[in-house]
């Protein structure tokens, strides 16, 4: 029997859904999504199988035009997953259509992409109506040689199906990369970090969200069979430290909740989530904080 495997980078403007499609093709909620732009901030991968192929997507932190070291580190981390992978797949917003940053994507693909088979997604198409499809599939494909073009929702799943099968048959023969049972590759506290930063992000409003980290401290399996998770909220201003906790700890305490539910959920046993909120006016600039989210700080540079 031959098999398949390989590398499917998910790459995009921020807010394209590109983590919501990772999540619909691994069955699970591997990758955190908001409403919000540059929500994911390092590469994630999540593992299916289809057939005799197993694809390991890649969602990849939003591209736009960086002006922080954050930014740089993470659109050079979005550039490297499309480098890395066996195929890409660009997502673009049936709404919004070829937007500046799309085309400026596209610039910057051509060389990127030498060799591999890019896909067109136009996705959210459950937004918009099927007549104004054909006019951004063509115009899209005028300005870039798309080996494919799939219309798909990532969020209801239309067309998600030969999406899958396409890039099942497309990734190059060979032995399969994880464990059969295996859907990501993030350690279990770096993802528990990123769904306390998911709640943050959903409760915070303008540019706080940007403008903290969060880190899981410690762990600690307990002998009832639950764990105690200790996380640190990084911000940069002590009025920043007051709005996370929110008057008499409430927002603090409704994030922790809401993060200890999810959780619970993905582990499926009981959790005892601590949150504690640190003041570190320079931690855009510390090389361990990069390393945390899993960026690559000279990225930055
Ligand atoms: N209507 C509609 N909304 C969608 C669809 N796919 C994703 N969304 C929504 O679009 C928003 C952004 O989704 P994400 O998956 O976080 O987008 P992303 O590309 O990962 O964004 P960044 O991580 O910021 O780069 C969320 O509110 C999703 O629910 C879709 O097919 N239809
Ligand atoms: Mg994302």
Redesign the pocket.
Known sequence: MTTRAGFIALIGE??A????L?NRMVGAKV????HKVQ??RAR?RGVAIEGDAQLVFV????LFQPRRRLDRAMVAAAWGGAADADVVVLLVEAHRGATEGVKRILDGLGEVARGRPVALAINKIDRVKSEALLALTKELNDRFPFVETFMISAEKGHGVDALRAWLAQTLPEGPWLYPEDQIADLPMRMIAAEITREKLTLRLHQELPYQLTVETENWEERKDGSARIDQIVYVMRDGHKGIVLGKGGETAKAVSKAAREELEEFLGRRVHLFLQVKVRPNWLDEAERYTEMGLDFRDGN
């Open positions: 921020p807010n859904g590109k983590s919501t990772l990758s955190i999504v908001t929500t994911t994630i969602d990849t932190p939003g």
